[in-house]
T-cell receptor, first 116, second 115 residues
Framework: AQSVTQLDSHVSVSEGTPVLLRCNYSSSYSPSLFWYVQHPNKGLQLLLKYTSAATLVKGINGFEAEFKKSETSFHLTKPSAHMSDAAEYFCVVTGTIYNQGGKLIFGQGTELSVKP | KAGVTQTPRYLIKTRGQQVTLSCSPISGHRSVSWYQQTPGQGLQFLFEYFSETQRNKGNFPGRFSGRQFSNSRSEMNVSTLELGDSALYLC???FGVGRMNTEAFFGQGTRLTVV
């Protein structure tokens, strides 16, 4: 079965410092992986996706993630945090072998705080 | 291009009642999925509809049901509401075919409160 584990429930960084949000996945087939962000009282916004092309994926707002099959990881990074990055981040894996996006399995989320 | 639209945004219902939530997907998308978000359980998959057929189903009781119309709009229904059904219900749309078009786009959600 597909699953995702986000290793930190809360991460706090200072503005201008790097961000690292960690995610490990489990999949019985080659998965598609995503990071979504949710700001308070808002829906989910796609940050980036991995679909078996390049292992280093660049997303919006300066975020990127690297797919490492040997480590079953898909960590999200950003070189320099901005106050507007404060939100909850979800690592997501597709839930069926067809990877069609209709069934997504979410991690528990990592709340990112950014201090001035 | 218009995004995913969910109505209503907020609902307050009494235990035992039923409720219907609506979702209009992005134009051209044939897959609509529903998720329940609660502080305790996080985001959980309810079901997916593709071309008017339920294609995938999560582990929720039969009180949760849905359907999809020929224009891809979808509704979900919860009958005999319980206090634990209070949650943010999110709808997502995607193309539904093709490995390279896997991303799902989410609506703002419907906040359901059961009292």
């Amino acid at each position: 079965a597909q699953s995702v584990t986000q290793l930190d429930s809360h991460v706090s960084v200072s503005e201008g410092t790097p961000v690292l949000l960690r995610c490990n996945y489990s999949s019985s087939y080659s998965p598609s992986l995503f990071w979504y962000v949710q700001h308070p009282n808002k829906g989910l916004q796609l940050l980036l996706k991995y679909t078996s092309a390049a292992t280093l994926v660049k997303g919006i707002n300066g975020f990127e993630a690297e797919f490492k099959k040997s480590e079953t990881s898909f960590h999200l990074t950003k070189p320099s945090a901005h106050m507007s990055d404060a939100a909850e981040y979800f690592c997501v894996v597709t839930g069926t072998i067809y990877n069609q996006g209709g069934k997504l399995i979410f991690g528990q989320g990592t709340e990112l705080s950014v201090k001035p | 291009k218009a995004g995913v639209t969910q109505t209503p945004r907020y609902l307050i219902k009494t235990r035992g009642q039923q409720v219907t939530l609506s979702c209009s997907p992005i134009s051209g998308h044939r897959s609509v999925s529903w998720y329940q978000q609660t502080p305790g359980q996080g985001l959980q998959f309810l079901f997916e509809y593709f071309s008017e057929t339920q294609r995938n189903k999560g582990n929720f009781p039969g009180r949760f049901s849905g359907r999809q119309f020929s224009n891809s709009r979808s509704e979900m229904n919860v009958s005999t509401l319980e206090l634990g059904d209070s949650a943010l219900y999110l709808c997502a749309s995607s193309f539904g075919v093709g490995r390279m078009n896997t991303e799902a786009f989410f609506g703002q959600g419907t906040r359901l409160t059961v009292v």
